[in-house]
């Protein structure tokens, strides 16, 4: 289900003209690309909840003013520092048609069930999206990574990963192929025992061939 968007036209503009519309319950925006800028304003509360579901940071929505609506998402937004307060949103124009290069969340599933947290080891998550390309109708909500394989220092991948159809990684983006996603950390007392027994190990020879000292 596509997510909604009601807007309208702002016509004034300017720090007073802003701050009255906050005032009023309304959070002033602005739309760009594909066209000619136009300067909205949204209602705060529906767009407050709407921000706080990961959904709707990657996920082309439909920005409805005057009863047209078109395909937009969300490019950013400012939040108040002190209050919880929506002072400012842009919103990007998508073309249906063309291929989007996107950063889409990573879901992590099975962490509880991997050998290696059962073991002791504690999952990393070291990457938290990934870098895709995709035409605006293929766009996931997340990708899925299963961990539940997972042993004591094992790393899962970006190449490890099952991609929905039509999704594929950028190609010039930040998560090549062979970057890590998560990995499990063997636990650091496991570490020191390991050392502790290699280092006795190394030291019994030694100790068996030293000449026992004989008494007078």
Request: charged share 20%.
């Amino acid at each position: 289900m596509t997510i909604e968007i009601n807007a309208t036209i702002r016509n004034t503009q300017g720090t007073g003209a802003s701050r009255r519309l906050r005032h009023a319950g309304r959070v002033p925006g602005v739309v760009y690309g594909l066209g000619d800028v136009v300067q909205i304003d949204v209602e705060h509360n529906s767009l407050w909840h709407q921000l706080r579901s990961e959904k709707f940071h990657s996920s082309v929505l439909d920005l409805i003013i005057d009863g047209k609506k078109e395909p937009v998402m969300l490019r950013a937004f400012n939040i108040h520092p002190f209050r919880q307060q929506v002072m400012h949103i842009d919103l990007l124009r998508v073309d249906l048609a063309k291929p989007m290069h996107i950063n889409v969340p990573l879901h992590f599933i099975n962490a509880d069930t991997a050998p290696g947290v059962k073991a002791g080891g504690k999952i990393s998550h070291v990457k938290n999206e990934l870098d895709v390309v995709c035409l605006p109708k293929d766009l996931p909500g997340f990708i899925e990574v299963d961990l539940g394989h997972m042993t004591l220092g094992h790393s899962i991948h970006v190449a490890d990963l099952v991609l929905p159809q039509g999704v594929t990684l950028a190609a010039h983006g930040t998560h090549t192929a062979e970057a890590v996603i998560a990995t499990v950390q063997v636990p650091r007392g496991m570490v020191e025992a390991a050392a502790a027994a290699s280092a006795d190990a190394a030291a019994a020879p030694a100790a068996a061939g030293k000449p026992v000292a004989k008494k007078k």
